[in-house]
């Protein structure tokens, strides 16, 4: 069966560049998320959507990050002005519901940006 | 703010030997409790979750993870691992009825010699 959908699998690009980063739920999955793995780090969340709105954007690290999420389905991350600090694996999950009790996260392959 | 540590970050075994990889947190109510792997070229999978209730979890390929509320600590355990245990392991922590998202650790890659 079809699991999460992630665009490009890997990026490069120069410092300064903008880059959009794709993401195609599990179909009628209603929760969404955006992770990052950067160098010897953790996942680290960056933003959740429940359908189109996106209740917490708490981990989004700067005003250069931005997401949004259309038709409850596909979303789309954001970088603007790149910066080399941006190189990361870029993950996004997705689960029936927002709600962690019955519904776990289901991952994508993720994303390998790497910033000139 | 909600923090995991994994103290391991590589463990190389020999199979048949027993696991057993570190998982603190740090939060002062009540939390979710999680385990994550991912093999070799694989996308993250969930491996075993704890919410409530008995804090000896067991998951998939014979793994089990107790929670220890007074030590903040919810360890992966497994008495006798293959090559195919092989993988990065993820502990993560969500807060209950705060939020929706985990908060993983540094992860632990295991190595499994034949």
């Known amino acids: 069966g079809a699991g999460v959908s992630q665009s490009p699998s890997n990026k490069v690009t120069e410092k300064g560049k903008d880059v959009e980063l794709r993401c195609d739920p599990i179909?009628?999955?209603?929760?969404l998320y955006w992770y990052r793995q950067s160098l010897g780090q953790g996942l680290e969340f960056l933003i959740y959507?429940?359908?189109?709105?996106?209740?917490?954007k708490s981990g989004l690290p700067s005003d250069r990050f931005s997401a949004e999420r259309t038709g409850g389905s596909v979303s789309t991350l954001t970088i603007q002005r790149t910066q080399q600090e941006d190189s990361a694996v870029y993950l996004c999950a997705s689960s029936l519901s927002g709600s962690l009790s019955n519904q776990p996260q289901h991952f994508g392959d993720g994303t390998r940006l790497s910033i000139l | 703010a909600q923090s995991v540590s994994q103290h391991n970050h590589h463990v190389i075994l020999s199979e048949a030997a027993s696991l057993e990889l570190g998982c603190n947190y740090s939060y002062g109510g009540t939390v979710n409790l999680f385990w994550y792997v991912q093999y070799p070229g694989q996308h993250l999978q969930l491996l075993l979750k704890y919410f409530s209730g008995d804090p000896l979890v067991k998951g998939i390929k014979g793994f089990e993870a107790e929670f220890i509320k007074s030590k903040f600590s919810f360890n992966l355990r497994k008495p006798s691992v293959q090559w195919s245990d092989t993988a990065e392991y993820f502990c993560?922590?969500?807060?209950?009825?705060?939020?929706?998202?985990?908060?993983f650790g540094t992860g632990t890659r295991l190595t499994i010699i034949p």
């Open positions: 959507f429940q359908g189109n709105s996106a209740p917490d």
């Open positions: 993560a922590v969500n807060v209950q009825f705060g939020n929706e998202k985990l908060t």
């Open positions: 179909s009628g999955h209603t929760a």
